[in-house]
């Protein structure tokens, strides 16, 4: 008898670019395909520099209504200024809010009351479901701000305010967003991950030889918040695209192209 395919199977690519390009079109295909035959789509993005190649390429996507489609991303810090590059909604609106005439961009923006903030944009996310979400994997395993080992894969909210870890603060300043670890923020507002599981469809995109140790762990350790990107298991639609530097070893073997 065939073993069970794994739940949640890499496409392997050369490098970042072509990842990137491979992971743009498969968007675009879900997009244009729920266009034809819904009135609206409702999407969720990460901000990172992970997802920079993937997002540089669906905005050259042709076909897409982009009017009929709405944004929202997965996390933003607290305590960081308005006009931070930091700030994930101006991150986003640089790599791709601001080029494509969407139906709506909903920012995460933090006013005196993170908790307040936290809550209505559950409360905009609700107002209709998730058809889309693309998101990156951290490098200590974290989906969004998610952190292990706090992380909580049933959690009853939907959006929270979170204390980052060390690791997860020490990755922005690897990732080149911030000079120190005093600089990075202490805590952010994120989707939490049933919210973000309760997409229809996910593609995870994860380049980069960083991410080696994060994504073998998410496909072989048992499902559970001291690896939260694990949980990705539990989900009926996910593809996660890594590139031969943060591939597996034992996947490096079956690049898809
Ligand atoms: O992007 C976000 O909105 C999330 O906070 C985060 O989960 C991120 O996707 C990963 O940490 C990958 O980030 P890098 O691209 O910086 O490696």
Same mark, same amino acid.
Request: hydrophobic share 40%; with cysteine; proline share 9%.
């Given at each position: 008898?065939?073993?069970?395919?794994?739940?949640?199977? %890499?496409?392997?690519? !050369?490098? *970042? /670019?072509?990842?990137?390009? @491979? $992971? &743009?079109?498969?968007?675009?295909?879900?997009?244009?395909?729920?266009?034809?035959?819904?009135?609206?789509?409702?999407?969720?993005?990460?901000?990172?520099?992970?997802?920079?190649?993937?997002?540089?390429?669906?905005?050259?996507?042709?076909?897409?209504?982009?009017?009929?489609?709405?944004?929202?991303?997965?996390?933003?810090?607290?305590?960081?200024?308005?006009?931070?590059?930091?700030?994930?909604?101006?991150?986003?609106?640089?790599?791709?809010?601001?080029?494509?005439?969407?139906?709506?961009?909903?920012?995460?923006? %933090?006013?005196?009351? !993170?908790? *307040? /903030?936290?809550?209505?944009? @559950? $409360? &905009?996310?609700?107002?209709?479901?998730?058809?889309?979400?693309?998101?990156?994997?951290?490098?200590?395993?974290?989906?969004?701000?998610?952190?292990?080992?706090?992380?909580?894969?049933?959690?009853?909210?939907?959006?929270?305010?979170?204390?980052?870890?060390?690791?997860?603060?020490?990755?922005?300043?690897?990732?080149?967003?911030?000079?120190?670890?005093?600089?990075?923020?202490?805590?952010?507002?994120?989707?939490?991950?049933?919210?973000?599981?309760?997409?229809?469809?996910?593609?995870?995109?994860?380049?980069?030889?960083?991410?080696?140790?994060?994504?073998?762990?998410?496909?072989?350790?048992?499902?559970?918040?001291?690896?939260?990107?694990?949980?990705?298991?539990?989900?009926?639609?996910?593809?996660?695209?890594?590139?031969?530097?943060?591939?597996?070893?034992?996947?490096?073997?079956?690049?898809?192209?």
């Amino acid at each position: 008898m065939t073993p069970d395919p794994p739940a949640l199977r %890499p496409r392997t690519f !050369p490098d *970042r /670019t072509s990842l990137g390009r @491979a $992971a &743009a079109a498969d968007v675009a295909a879900e997009l244009r395909e729920r266009l034809a035959r819904q009135d609206r789509v409702r999407m969720v993005f990460a901000a990172a520099p992970s997802q920079q190649e993937m997002l540089t390429a669906l905005r050259e996507a042709d076909g897409i209504d982009w009017t009929r489609v709405e944004a929202f991303h997965m996390d933003e810090y607290l305590d960081l200024p308005a006009e931070a590059p930091q700030r994930f909604a101006n991150w986003l609106r640089s790599a791709i809010f601001d080029h494509l005439p969407f139906a709506g961009a909903h920012l995460i923006q %933090p006013g005196p009351d !993170p908790e *307040r /903030t936290a809550q209505d944009y @559950a $409360a &905009a996310l609700a107002a209709g479901p998730i058809d889309i979400v693309c998101l990156g994997i951290g490098q200590n395993g974290h989906l969004a701000f998610n952190d292990p080992p706090v992380a909580d894969l049933e959690d009853p909210l939907d959006v929270k305010v979170v204390e980052l870890d060390d690791v997860c603060r020490r990755q922005q300043v690897d990732d080149e967003c911030f000079d120190s670890l005093d600089d990075v923020p202490h805590r952010a507002i994120t989707l939490t991950i049933p919210r973000l599981l309760a997409a229809d469809r996910l593609f995870c995109v994860v380049p980069g030889a960083a991410k080696r140790d994060a994504v073998e762990k998410a496909l072989t350790e048992p499902v559970s918040a001291r690896h939260p990107a694990t949980a990705l298991r539990t989900h009926p639609d996910v593809t996660l695209y890594v590139d031969a530097d943060s591939a597996p070893r034992s996947t490096a073997a079956e690049a898809d192209r």
